[in-house]
């Protein structure tokens, strides 16, 4: 759907990668660059093991959350509660600067429970960008690390967009990237007026048709011509050759549901695909019987 959008893993802690299944987190298909890994961890001699880990799998980024506003991460000094200890991430960025080649960024929040001033967000900031990190992306909400879920930290702080903005006027010469409640393609266009990037997070998940005007309305390439079944019939070569090597069904198809958002059929395509990708015969051939739905109304 893009050639050019940069995709971020989910974020995966250090410990997963250096006691558990390294390849399960870090394989990927070429298709997927330009791709970072984005692992969380607070520790800078680990979190140096992992960026030597991803540049070695052919990463092109490595990416440090201090945005997640989890109780589970928060107890392993993992995500948003960083952002109250800005040396502490200075030091772990520069561990992993001194560890690999590839460019080693930030994501984080514009503040945390109290610090929610723009003077906490360049106090975070500046100590970072004193290592030599140049790229910031910012979630423009604060996160409540006590009395909210991590649901509720993605809904209900108010997005504050202008903190953002100021933080790219203070500082030119970083690379700043907003995230945060970006649902369309000119919403990110109105965006770029005022920083480097934006980062579209759930909406490309829910509705990934989205993925399909970058290319040519951020990047101004030609536009290529896509319908939504001719993206399905490679996505079935690709679920094919995954439940080959072991991978159970609905482990792919619960990231489909979102293709036919809006789509006449759409709600059919979901229904069959939910109630029978989790069964454990569940092949290619229920994903093909979910497109009837939509090939029948055509």
């Keep these: 759907m893009s050639k050019r959008a940069f995709l971020y893993t989910e974020m995966v802690t ?20 330009p791709l970072a890994l984005q692992v969380g961890g607070s520790n800078p001699q680990e979190l140096a093991a992992c960026a030597k880990m991803a540049e070695s799998w052919g990463y092109d980024e490595i990416n440090l959350n201090c945005g997640c506003p989890s109780d589970r991460v928060q107890n392993g000094m993992i995500g948003a509660c960083l952002m109250s200890h800005p040396q502490l991430v200075a030091d772990c960025i520069k561990s992993m600067q001194d560890a690999t080649s590839i460019p080693v960024t930030v994501k984080h929040r514009i ?51 202008e903190r953002v903005h100021l933080l790219k006027r203070e500082h030119p010469e970083l690379e700043i990237i907003l995230n945060g409640g970006l649902s369309t393609i000119d919403e990110c266009i109105e965006q770029l007026n005022y920083v ?19 290319d040519s309305a951020i990047y101004g390439e030609a536009p290529r011509l896509q319908d939504r079944l001719t993206i399905m019939a490679n996505m079935l070569r690709y679920i094919e050759q995954q439940l080959s090597d072991g991978m159970r069904l609905h482990h792919i198809t619960r990231h489909l549901l979102g293709l036919f958002y809006g789509q006449p059929g759409g709600k059919q395509f979901r229904r069959v695909i939910s109630e029978g990708a989790h069964k454990a015969n569940a092949g290619v051939e229920l994903v093909d019987l979910a497109l009837d739905q939509i090939r029948s109304r055509m």
Aim: hydrophobic share 35%; net charge negative; glycine share 8%.
């Design 14 to 33: 250090c410990g997963a990668l250096i006691h558990g299944d390294r390849e399960r987190f870090l394989n990927y298909n070429t298709e997927e660059h």
């Design 111 to 161: 503040g945390i429970d109290d610090m929610d001033d723009y003077q906490g967000l360049s106090d975070f900031v500046e100590p970072i960008a004193a290592t030599g990190c140049l790229t910031f992306i910012v979630h423009a909400r604060k996160a409540w690390l006590k009395g909210l879920s991590p649901k509720e930290n993605r809904e209900v702080p108010p997005l504050n967009y």
């Design 196 to 214: 480097d990037g934006v980062m579209v997070g759930r909406e490309a998940y829910h509705n990934p048709w989205l993925l399909t005007e970058v």
